[in-house]
Nanobody, 118 residues
C-alpha cells in the first residue's frame, strides 16, 4: 500500500505562485504515472495534471500554461508548480498514482489546502 503525503499549500494572492509536493512511500513509485487532483468546496474532485514514469506530461485545460508537474524518482516525490494563480484554483490538492490520465489508483492522502485570495 503506497502512502501519499501532500504539502506546500497555503494562502496566496491572485497572480502568485506555490509549489506543491507529494511524497510517496514504497518502491513502486517510479513505475507509475502520477497525477495531481483538486477538490473545491461543493465540487467533485477533478484531475489537474499527470506525469508518466518517463516524464511525459498532460494538463487540464484550466491550468495549461500556468501549472507544471514534475517528478524526482530518486526522492519518490512529485511536484506541482503553480503560477499565475486565480481564485478559482482554490481547492484541496491531492496526488495519486494513475492507471491512465485522470484515473486514480489507490488511497487518497490528506491533501493540501490552496487558497487564492486578496
Amino acid at each position: 500500500q503506497v502512502q501519499l503525503v501532500e504539502s506546500g499549500g497555503g494562502l496566496v494572492q491572485p497572480g502568485g505562485s506555490l509549489r506543491l509536493s507529494c511524497a510517496a512511500s514504497g518502491s513502486i513509485f517510479s513505475r507509475y504515472t502520477m497525477g495531481w487532483y483538486r477538490q473545491a468546496p461543493g465540487n467533485q474532485r477533478e484531475w489537474v495534471a499527470g506525469i508518466t514514469s518517463g516524464g511525459s506530461t498532460n494538463y487540464a485545460d484550466s491550468v495549461k500554461g500556468r501549472f507544471t508537474i514534475s517528478r524526482d524518482n530518486a526522492k519518490n516525490t512529485v511536484y506541482l508548480q503553480m503560477n499565475s494563480l486565480k481564485p478559482e484554483d482554490t481547492a484541496v490538492y491531492y496526488c495519486n498514482l494513475e492507471t491512465s490520465w485522470g484515473r486514480p489508483l489507490g488511497s487518497w492522502g490528506q491533501g493540501t489546502q490552496v487558497t487564492v485570495s486578496s
